[in-house]
């Protein structure tokens, strides 16, 4: 299906013919709703080029499908109020905007940087991720503004760049993705040049690194579930 411009979703979005690609010039699907839940779903997937959820002072959208949705170029929340997002994976190919200045949770889903190209976080508040699954065919991720992982983090592939203004933060209680008994907390090919922040009472290890190399560090559990510490590799 080929588009230009925006196609505005007051209610559901359901592929249920084919894997279905959204294309063209602005190509969009913008959701808008207040009043009710709105779900992202059907028995087939659908890869757009742009994502945009608004809905002034309410929105709830549920994905109802794992991988659902593909974002070739943008994810944008945009709009004043609270946005709400639940359920199953969504794919991000493309870069992250965040400019609602109400509450965004991601509660339950995984988001899954899947892009080969270098993608970006940016916006104007931090954005808080239930879920962030690092797997990347190539380029990186640059963080732009504050990112928050609230469950689980996995360094498949790609590098995450941070700086001061704008760390990795994980929450007490967070963790590197575990695969059998045992964390995947990064390599060579996957870790975090930049500051990266964990909190709480948490042993953990920071899959830290700069130019190539790997240099992780970890830390016993802490006493208390307001410690914070910063780790980065020079």
Do not use: C
């Given at each position: 299906?080929?588009?230009?411009?925006?196609?505005?979703?007051?209610?559901?979005?359901?592929?249920?013919?084919?894997?279905?690609d959204?294309?063209?010039?602005?190509?969009?699907?913008?959701?808008?709703?207040?009043?009710?839940?709105q779900?992202?779903?059907?028995?087939?997937?659908?890869?757009?080029?742009e994502?945009?959820?608004?809905?002034?002072?309410?929105?709830?959208?549920?994905?109802?499908?794992?991988?659902?949705?593909?974002?070739?170029?943008?994810?944008?929340?945009?709009?004043?109020?609270?946005?709400?997002?639940?359920?199953?994976?969504?794919?991000?190919?493309?870069?992250?905007?965040?400019?609602?200045?109400?509450?965004?949770?991601?509660?339950?889903?995984?988001?899954?940087?899947?892009?080969?190209?270098?993608?970006?976080?940016?916006?104007?508040?931090?954005?808080?991720?239930?879920?962030?699954?690092?797997?990347?065919?190539?380029?990186?991720?640059?963080?732009?503004?504050?990112?928050?992982?609230?469950?689980?983090?996995?360094?498949?592939?790609?590098?995450?760049?941070?700086?001061?203004?704008?760390?990795?933060?994980?929450?007490?209680?967070?963790?590197?993705?575990?695969?059998?008994?045992?964390?995947?907390?990064?390599?060579?090919?996957?870790?975090?040049?930049?500051?990266?922040?964990?909190?709480?009472?948490?042993?953990?290890?920071?899959?830290?690194?700069?130019?190539?190399?790997?240099?992780?560090?970890?830390?016993?559990?802490?006493?208390?579930?307001?410690?914070?510490?910063?780790?980065?590799?020079?």
């Amino acid at each position: 299906v080929t588009v230009s411009g925006r196609i505005s979703i007051s209610g559901n979005w359901a592929n249920n013919y084919s894997y279905t690609d959204v294309d063209g010039s602005g190509a969009e699907l913008y959701f808008f709703n207040r009043t009710v839940t709105q779900t992202l779903g059907g028995t087939h997937s659908t890869a757009i080029s742009e994502l945009l959820f608004g809905g002034g002072t309410a929105s709830t959208v549920s994905i109802t499908k794992d991988s659902a949705f593909v974002v070739k170029d943008l994810l944008a929340m945009d709009d004043v109020g609270n946005l709400s997002i639940s359920g199953h994976t969504l794919i991000i190919e493309g870069s992250i905007e965040r400019n609602n200045s109400g509450t965004t949770s991601f509660s339950s889903n995984q988001i899954r940087l899947n892009g080969e190209q270098d993608q970006m976080l940016s916006g104007s508040y931090p954005l808080k991720l239930y879920d962030l699954y690092l797997r990347k065919t190539g380029g990186s991720f640059t963080l732009n503004d504050t990112l928050i992982i609230t469950n689980e983090l996995e360094m498949g592939l790609g590098n995450i760049y941070s700086d001061a203004s704008y760390p990795l933060i994980m929450t007490d209680n967070a963790t590197m993705f575990t695969a059998g008994i045992s964390p995947v907390v990064g390599s060579a090919d996957s870790h975090i040049e930049g500051p990266m922040i964990k909190k709480g009472n948490d042993a953990f290890v920071f899959p830290i690194g700069k130019n190539g190399v790997y240099n992780p560090i970890g830390i016993s559990a802490p006493s208390s579930t307001s410690d914070v510490f910063v780790a980065e590799y020079f």
